[in-house]
């Protein structure tokens, strides 16, 4: 009697054994592509290449050396590069000379992804308390997007390994000049802010151009950073938005990506997938619950503010997410 229950136990080992290799043999496999290194020592350097020039206010030399050192800098690295001057009237009537910068990888590639940034920083500091009407380094709130979207085209255009799809990097300007916080009397005929993706996004630099999907990075390198699931990007591109979380979670990033959803943000994302119908994400530190960072808008937005742990998280998804496709 012993020895038949012996019998059976085994043989339900071996046929549970068996069950569970036949269930792992038929399990699909997500091939993982190759993809090279992102360097945060290198996008911390480009931060502070920027923050060296003064602020990027335009019309000023600190706007008009970045631009060139940019220009340079992409061209270096055997990115087609152009730039798309325009005009744009201010929200105290000032009318500003206005240069979106757009960098293209395989240009004759039929399916492109799109990066973006904005390049300029506040004219005034007016969620501070003192030097209110000074403008800002913007560290953080342009340099750093700037500084990640550069190093990630200095890894494409020196590395062997090259992603398979084409890629257009576009650094906005004029988004950061909207109306005073303090503001008692606003102008409600148009939106202030973003004025380099409200225009590409009605000019775009190709007749015709459009991308498979496009990934906006503002705000990511503070210390104490977390990005959680936007508002516009939730409405617009929920399958690009899931896709870039679940990449940052098998990278490892998950402390960083938050799986939480927050409010809407007006930012140059929103222009790209209303006007020029291009479903994009806004990576960007916005808590659910506190708002923007204690520096947004105040001369604490300086290299003091900056950690490369965050620059890592998102440089390395985003890269990571352009060598899948």
Request: proline share 4%; glycine share 8%.
């Amino acid at each position: 009697m012993k020895n038949s229950i012996w019998i059976l136990v085994i043989l339900l080992f071996v046929g549970a054994c068996s069950s569970e290799k036949k269930t792992d043999s038929t399990s699909p496999q997500v091939e993982i592509k190759p993809y090279p290194a992102f360097s945060s020592d290198s996008a911390y350097a480009f931060i502070q290449k920027q923050v060296d020039f003064g602020p990027r206010v335009p019309g000023t030399s600190g706007h008009a050396a970045t631009k060139d050192w940019i220009i340079s800098k992409l061209e270096s690295w055997n990115w087609n590069v152009q730039t798309q001057e325009f005009q744009a009237t201010t929200y105290d009537k000032q009318t500003w000379d206005l240069t979106n910068i757009i960098a293209s990888y395989n240009p004759d590639a039929k399916k492109r992804i799109l990066l973006a940034a904005h390049w300029d920083t506040r004219r005034i500091a007016d969620k501070d308390t003192e030097r209110l009407e000074e403008a800002i380094d913007g560290a953080n709130d342009g340099g750093s997007g700037v500084g990640v979207l550069m190093e990630i085209a200095r890894v494409i255009g020196s590395q062997e390994l090259k992603p398979e799809v084409g890629i257009d990097i576009i650094l906005f300007d004029g988004e950061d000049d909207g109306e005073p916080e303090r503001a008692t009397v606003r102008d409600n005929s148009q939106i202030w802010w973003c004025l380099g993706s409200q225009h590409w996004s009605k000019n775009k630099h190709v007749p015709n151009y459009s991308a498979y999907y496009g990934i906006l990075v503002d705000l990511v390198g503070a210390k104490g950073a977390r990005f959680y699931r936007e508002g516009y990007s939730r409405r617009y591109a929920s399958g690009i938005l899931k896709k870039v979380w679940d990449h940052a979670a098998q990278l490892g990033h998950s402390s960083f990506f938050i799986p939480q959803d927050s409010p809407e943000i007006l930012d140059d994302h929103l222009f790209v997938n209303e006007y020029a119908q291009i479903p994009m994400i806004d990576i960007i530190e916005f808590s659910p619950q506190y708002g923007f960072g204690h520096y947004h808008h105040t001369h604490q937005d300086n290299m003091g503010l900056i950690d490369k742990r965050p620059l890592q998280a998102v440089g390395e998804t985003v890269l990571f997410t352009v060598y899948q496709e």
